[in-house]
């Protein structure tokens, strides 16, 4: 069986690429012969959960268990913990040296300032004679300032003394810098490393999962998780998380220099902090709560768009442009004013906060000043404590803005982490192989099956199918017929019964090993975007040149390649407009004969043909039902006459089975299927040739 194959339900809609084979759409037709209908998919779903488009990128709904999702998210860290320490020691070296240098600015400051006092004071006195004149005259404040400043009077600014503190905050700022940008190259490499382990998860993930996951979600919302949602928690990784632990870092330090130059001021300047924190906060709470509006609004949009997309000849053909337009305005409606809403919000964080910093550098600068002119501190300690003051505020700044981006990386976090855990399908228990070659007998023995608990389906369904021999499946929209189909590839497992291939039962081998025994056909031809050549071959990865060209020819693929400018080395583009829809089907159907399946699955293959077309599409498909056991889907009547056995399904039950004559001849269910489709002479002229009537 061809890879592509093997997760491809028969009876489902063709798909664009390698996921979309397994992230099916949600169902397109109601009853048993596809996954739940419309009332079991509402039961599974409420508002919000399940929305999403393509290319919806972050959560549809807000984190609701943000601490135990963050907690998960820095788990993921784990296994580089190593390198985590070398980044958080690089940081704490950076912003060490970073808080250090304002308070050796300062001392600069006070070279500079005691220059200019000495050199106005008259050589050949003393400093303290100066101070002890000043309180003779009254002048106490200024003599405590003077006896806090290292003043030489008749002297100037030592310049030697301030190039090498200057030079000394150029070093420091430099090589505060180089840890920086290195923390940030190997931050860098520590996320591509886990966001890489995460996307292996996810790839892994989906091909545990059951069917039914992908048949009661959107495709649109399971692609958001696991490609926008994984991008996001890398960018909150790369940015927040390394902005937030250098804050917070800055905040620890720059607390710690204010309290060693001035705890009196440090008070002041603290003062700003349960002010900011609670405005974060509160602001904070509401743009979370906005922003997952925005991004389940963004989701349903982007879902609408996709759907628009994927049937716009649909569209056209029933005029519903304007329809479609009014809906795509009215979810873009909702979009624009929950954005609006989300980024004015959260806009107003930084406001807010400057404006408490602000209030709290006008209390630092009075205080500060006064302390200044009485002796209390110096005019450098002074410098650096505004300078610390307003560094303060910048790092709880950038905090509160990286506080948005982690909120919603942890809301992405909890939708993959979500997806990550959903209940897979059961463990393989493989206990019995096939051989390389089998015979293709398969035996249904009182099987029992159904989507819902509360919707039977399939029940207590008996039958047999010989070795080489061609089974019809035929029967009304919803009686069970690609149903039958997916229990033989354990795309669902069965409530009750059993299904056995060559006396072995199909729950005792791995799923790999039974799949790789069937090749299926669908109604919707699906090819990849590659050479005509590769799509064949990719029946068989290992097929060599012969095999494809003769599976090629055997399907009447060889015929219009031929013909093509470029041969088997023909593009096939995206949407595989480039080859007709006979063409393409011809191509699915050569994939399949060189994969050699020992069993066959049809399903509807000819249904999107035309009648030219059919003609070899059906000698096509001759070919490859030689010598192996088929199982052939068909509303079409005309398809299976010459099949050995042909099953009448009504609700999920088998009520005839015979030969093509032996049914005519009942007057029953098949009889009716087949006045339905031909009446009068034609009827009488399909008994005897169905092609002629056709033609």
């Given at each position: 069986?061809?890879?592509?194959?093997?997760?491809?339900?028969?009876?489902?809609?063709?798909?664009?690429?390698?996921?979309?084979?397994?992230?099916?759409?949600?169902?397109?037709?109601?009853?048993?012969?596809?996954?739940?209908?419309?009332?079991?998919?509402?039961e599974?779903?409420?508002?919000?959960?399940?929305?999403?488009?393509?290319?919806?990128?972050?959560?549809?709904?807000?984190?609701?268990?943000?601490?135990?999702?963050?907690k998960?998210?820095?788990?993921?860290?784990?296994?580089?913990r190593?390198?985590?320490?070398?980044?958080?020691?690089?940081?704490?070296?950076?912003?060490?040296?970073?808080?250090?240098?304002?308070?050796?600015?300062?001392?600069a400051?006070?070279?500079?300032?005691?220059?200019?006092?000495?050199?106005?004071?008259?050589?050949?006195?003393?400093?303290?004679?100066?101070?002890?004149?000043?309180?003779?005259?009254?002048?106490?404040?200024?003599?405590?300032?003077?006896?806090?400043?290292?003043?030489?009077?008749?002297?100037?600014?030592?310049?030697?003394?301030?190039?090498?503190?200057?030079?000394?905050?150029?070093?420091?700022?430099?090589?505060?810098?180089?840890?920086?940008?290195?923390?940030?190259?190997?931050?860098?490499i520590?996320?591509?490393?886990?966001?890489r382990?995460?996307?292996?998860?996810?790839?892994?993930?989906?091909?545990?999962?059951?069917?039914?996951?992908?048949?009661?979600?959107?495709?649109?919302?399971?692609?958001?998780?696991?490609?926008?949602?994984?991008?996001?928690?890398?960018?909150?990784?790369q940015?927040?998380?390394?902005?937030?632990?250098?804050?917070?870092?800055?905040?620890?330090?720059?607390?710690?220099?204010?309290?060693?130059?001035?705890?009196?001021?440090?008070?002041?300047?603290?003062?700003?902090?349960?002010?900011?924190?609670?405005?974060?906060?509160?602001?904070?709470?509401?743009?979370?709560?906005?922003?997952?509006?925005?991004w389940?609004?963004?989701?349903?949009?982007?879902?609408?768009?996709?759907?628009?997309?994927?049937?716009?000849?649909?569209?056209?053909?029933?005029?519903?442009?304007a329809d479609?337009?009014?809906?795509?305005?009215?979810?873009?409606?909702?979009?624009?004013?929950?954005?609006?809403?989300?980024?004015f919000?959260?806009?107003?964080?930084?406001?807010?906060?400057?404006?408490?910093s602000?209030?709290?550098?006008?209390?630092?600068?009075v205080?500060?000043?006064?302390?200044?002119?009485?002796?209390?501190?110096?005019?450098?300690?002074?410098?650096?404590?505004?300078?610390?003051?307003?560094?303060?505020?910048?790092?709880?700044?950038?905090?509160?803005?990286?506080?948005?981006?982690?909120?919603?990386?942890v809301?992405?976090?909890?939708?993959?982490?979500?997806?990550?855990?959903?209940?897979?399908?059961?463990?393989?228990?493989a206990?019995?192989?096939?051989?390389?070659?089998?015979?293709?007998?398969?035996?249904?023995?009182?099987?029992?099956?159904?989507?819902?608990?509360?919707?039977?389906?399939?029940?207590?369904?008996?039958?047999?199918?010989?070795?080489?021999?061609?089974?019809?499946?035929?029967?009304?929209?919803?009686?069970?017929?690609?149903?039958?189909?997916?229990?033989?590839?354990?795309?669902?497992?069965?409530?009750?019964?059993?299904?056995?291939?060559d006396?072995?039962?199909?729950?005792?081998?791995?799923?790999?090993?039974?799949?790789?025994?069937?090749?299926?056909?669908?109604?919707?031809?699906?090819?990849?975007?590659?050479?005509?050549?590769?799509?064949?071959?990719?029946?068989?990865?290992?097929?060599t040149?012969e095999?494809v060209?003769?599976?090629?020819?055997?399907?009447?693929?060889?015929?219009?390649?031929?013909?093509?400018?470029?041969?088997?080395?023909?593009?096939?583009?995206?949407?595989?407009?480039?080859?007709?829809?006979?063409?393409?089907q011809?191509?699915?159907?050569?994939?399949?004969?060189?994969?050699?399946?020992?069993?066959?699955?049809?399903?509807?293959?000819?249904?999107?043909?035309?009648?030219?077309?059919?003609?070899?599409?059906?000698?096509?498909?001759?070919?490859?039902?030689?010598?192996r056991?088929?199982?052939?889907?068909?509303?079409?009547?005309?398809?299976?006459?010459?099949?050995d056995?042909?099953?009448?399904?009504?609700?999920?039950?088998?009520?005839?089975?015979?030969?093509?004559?032996?049914?005519?001849?009942?007057?029953?269910?098949?009889?009716?299927?087949?006045?339905?489709?031909?009446?009068g002479?034609?009827?009488?002229?399909?008994?005897?040739?169905?092609m002629?009537?056709?033609?």
């Open positions: 069986m061809s890879t592509n194959e093997k997760t491809m339900p028969a009876g489902k809609p063709a798909h664009t690429t390698a996921a979309d084979a397994t992230l099916s759409n949600a169902p397109d037709t109601a009853g048993a012969d596809g996954p739940p209908d419309d009332d079991f998919y509402e599974e779903f409420t508002p919000g959960e399940a929305d999403g488009g393509m290319f919806g990128a972050v959560p549809a709904k807000k984190a609701e268990h943000f601490w135990p999702s963050a998960r998210l820095m788990g993921l860290l784990k296994p580089e190593a390198g985590i320490i070398v980044v958080l020691a690089m940081v704490t070296v950076a912003v060490v040296l970073n808080v250090i240098a304002p308070r050796i600015l300062g001392q400051m006070d070279v500079i300032f005691a220059g200019v006092v000495g050199k106005q004071l008259p050589a050949g006195a003393t400093k303290d004679q100066f101070i002890a004149g000043l309180r003779a005259q009254g002048q106490d404040n200024f003599a405590d300032m003077l006896a806090r400043m290292d003043v030489v009077p008749g002297a100037g600014v030592d310049f030697q003394q301030l190039a090498y503190l200057i030079s000394v905050v150029l070093v420091m700022y430099f090589v505060a810098n180089i840890f920086l940008w290195l923390q940030g190259y190997v931050l860098n520590l996320v591509m490393r886990v966001v382990k995460l996307r292996d998860d996810t790839e892994k993930k989906l091909n545990k999962l059951p069917l039914n996951y992908f048949d009661t979600r959107q495709r649109g919302d399971i692609l958001s998780r696991v490609t926008n949602d994984v991008d996001n928690i890398q960018q909150a990784l940015q927040a998380f390394a902005q937030l632990v250098n804050s917070a870092l800055t905040v620890i330090g720059i607390v710690i220099m204010m309290f060693i130059v001035s705890w009196q001021l440090a008070l002041i300047a603290l003062v700003a902090l349960p002010l900011s924190a609670l405005a974060a906060g509160i602001i904070g709470s509401r743009s979370q709560k906005l922003f997952a509006a925005q389940k609004n963004t989701g349903e949009l982007n879902g609408q768009i996709e759907e628009s997309f994927s049937g716009h000849d649909i569209v056209r053909v029933f005029g519903r442009d479609m337009l009014a809906r795509f305005d009215e979810r873009n409606e909702e979009l624009y004013r929950a954005s609006f809403g989300a980024q919000v959260s806009g107003m964080i930084m406001p807010v906060m400057q404006f408490v602000y209030l709290s550098y006008v209390g630092i600068a205080v500060g000043g006064l302390r200044v002119a009485s002796g209390g501190m110096s005019l450098g300690d002074a410098t650096a404590f505004i300078q610390y003051s307003r560094e303060f505020t910048q790092p709880l700044g950038q905090m509160a803005g990286m506080a948005n981006m982690l909120q919603s990386g809301a992405s976090a909890e939708r993959v982490f979500e997806f990550l855990d959903a209940e897979e399908q059961n463990a393989e228990t206990t019995e192989h096939l051989p390389a070659k089998t015979d293709g007998h398969v035996d249904f023995r009182r099987v029992t099956f159904s989507y819902s608990p509360d919707k039977p389906l399939i029940e207590d369904l008996s039958f047999t199918a010989e070795p080489g021999n061609t089974v019809a499946i035929v029967g009304p929209t919803g009686a069970g017929k690609t149903t039958l189909v997916n229990l033989v590839m354990r795309f669902y497992e069965l409530n009750g019964g059993s299904i056995t291939l006396g072995v039962d199909v729950t005792q081998l791995s799923r790999a090993e039974l799949r790789s025994k069937v090749g299926m056909v669908l109604q919707d031809a699906w090819l990849f975007g590659g050479t005509i050549y590769d799509n064949i071959r990719y029946g068989k990865l290992d097929a040149e095999q060209l003769e599976a090629a020819r055997a399907t009447f693929v060889d015929r219009f390649v031929r013909a093509l400018p470029d041969g088997y080395d023909t593009i096939i583009d995206e949407e595989g407009n480039n080859v007709s829809a006979g063409e393409k011809l191509i699915t159907i050569a994939r399949a004969f060189v994969a050699n399946p020992s069993l066959l699955i049809l399903d509807e293959a000819t249904s999107s043909v035309d009648t030219r077309t059919e003609v070899l599409v059906q000698k096509a498909m001759a070919a490859l039902r030689t010598d056991t088929s199982f052939v889907i068909a509303h079409r009547l005309s398809t299976i006459r010459d099949a056995t042909i099953l009448v399904m009504e609700a999920g039950r088998i009520v005839e089975q015979g030969r093509h004559s032996e049914l005519l001849e009942l007057k029953g269910a098949y009889y009716r299927l087949y006045m339905s489709q031909f009446a002479e034609d009827a009488e002229a399909f008994a005897e040739d169905p002629a009537v056709r033609s």
